[in-house]
């Protein structure tokens, strides 16, 4: 597992997102009113909630959602199943979709749920059974004009389908707006599946051009062959890039004359690992950060690249498909070092634009081509990446600061702007 290769972080993911966000607040000269409201999350709901299993016995599962700001509109996060989330990590992940739906200037504030459980001990009744007992214990915080989820780690369109289910019953009339995500027959959006990597996609050609890099002819390493990860290895292949290394949570696996992102997904989807896979050599997921690439995209979990290994990654561009892939450490080494950072709340923020596509759809009754939201995706993240730019070039500071100060300055003026009540 990438625990297991790589050290895990010595810091919480939540003080690292307030460290973050005391740089941007600091730049900004916000008051220190302003300061403190944004600092924390709004609104924090735990639950422990019993899930009856297949063998007849009940289990207790532990469940967050965490609010952090609602100024701009509706809050906005996805819901991850994994054994080892913590209260911190939602409260983190809720503050970066705030930064994520700002630095894009979609109408949200942003949130996270999470369940501490492992998936892959259970069965999919037993998934199912979790899933709607958890939609039930946050339905006092969710909704189409307050609270929208959507998927994340080891959740998908399905489980957004009966988290959809289990609210509609409970309002007694079908609810599609309540989550995005879902199956298209069911009132789902045309290009959602691949919205992430395509906005990865798209950036990476906004930055090349910046630096002098083509897409054509450049070498990939990618950490994280899930949803993100195996869907830009497959864009950029089409696109002329080589792929010379990619992994999943097990191992790796590299070539330098190129791996076919197809036949690795096959691969995986036949042994359930990239692990053994013939296309190449084995690799760790810690030798792959370290390989001499263009461009690295970690699209795993958070964490991965610190001071202990940063001064070592030699890769050009860093495209950030995971959230908190990197200490605020590493962003100085990296920034030192040359290398082109393109942060997680811009990188990774193609997936909550088209969740916003859906949501608008959902409420209207009326559905796009893929075409219309491919087009309006790519028209919101390279607006996004131009202005990020722009902050960055005025203020002579890296990407992910320029970020942070976009996105806070928007939410800061929403909050003034609102005043408090009451």
């Known amino acids: 597992m990438i ?4 050290a895990p972080p010595t810091e919480s ?3 690292i997102a307030q460290r ?3 740089l941007a607040a600091s730049l900004l000269e916000l008051p220190q ?4 409201v944004l600092r924390y999350p709004q609104r924090e709901l735990t639950v422990n909630f019993p899930v009856k299993l297949d063998d007849g016995s009940t289990r207790v599962f532990t469940g967050y959602r965490v609010q952090h700001n609602l100024s701009r509109g509706p809050v906005k996060g996805g819901i991850r199943y994994h054994p080892a989330v913590t209260l911190d990590d939602v409260r983190a992940l809720a503050m970066w979709m705030s930064w994520k739906c700002a630095v894009t200037n979609l109408p949200y504030g942003g949130a996270k749920g999470a369940v501490v459980v492992d998936p892959k001990q259970l069965s999919l009744t037993e998934i199912e059974h979790l899933t709607r007992r958890y939609a039930s214990e946050i339905s006092l915080l969710i909704g189409p004009e307050k609270d929208v989820p959507a998927p994340d780690i080891n959740t998908n369109p399905q489980i957004m389908a009966w988290i959809m289910d289990t609210i509609s019953m409970h309002q007694g009339y079908t609810v599609p707006a309540i989550v995005t995500g879902k199956p298209l027959n069911i009132g789902g959006s045309e290009g959602r599946n691949e919205a992430t990597a395509r906005g990865i996609v798209a950036l990476l050609a906004e930055a090349g051009q910046h630096i002098g890099l083509k897409l054509q002819g450049a070498r990939v ?6 949803n ?3 869907n830009t290895a497959r864009m950029l292949h089409e696109l002329g890039a080589t792929v010379v290394a990619a992994s999943d949570s097990q191992s790796g696996v590299y070539n330098p004359r190129g791996l076919h992102p197809i036949h690795l997904l096959q691969f995986k989807r036949n042994t359930g690992s990239l692990r053994s896979c013939p296309q190449g050599d084995r690799i760790s997921n810690a030798e792959l950060i370290e390989l001499d690439c263009d461009i690295l995209i970690p699209a795993a979990l958070g964490g991965v690249i610190s001071a202990e290994n940063a001064h070592r990654v030699r890769a050009r561009v860093l495209a950030e498909g995971a959230n908190g892939p990197s200490t605020p450490e590493a962003d100085a080494i990296l920034y030192d070092q040359g290398c082109f950072v ?12 088209v969740s916003y596509f859906e949501w608008v759809q959902g409420l209207q009754e009326f559905f796009w081509s893929e075409r219309e939201v491919n087009t309006q995706l790519n028209r919101v993240i390279v607006q996004a990446f131009q202005q990020v730019l722009r902050v960055a070039q005025e203020r002579g500071v890296h990407m992910r600061t320029a970020a942070h100060l976009l996105a806070v300055r928007r939410v800061a003026e929403a909050v003034i702007t609102r005043g408090i009540y009451p």
Not at 3 to 6: D, G, K, L, P, Q
Not at 221 to 226: L, M
Request: proline share 3%.
């Open 221 to 226: 390493a990618i950490q994280g062959f899930g």
């Open 342 to 353: 393109l942060p997680d709340i811009l990188a990774n923020a193609g997936g909550v634009i």
């Open 33 to 36: 009113n302003v300061r403190g």
């Open 228 to 230: 993100v990860g195996a």
């Open 13 to 15: 993911a939540y003080s």
């Open 20 to 22: 973050q966000f005391d």
């Open 3 to 6: 625990a297991e290769t790589i």
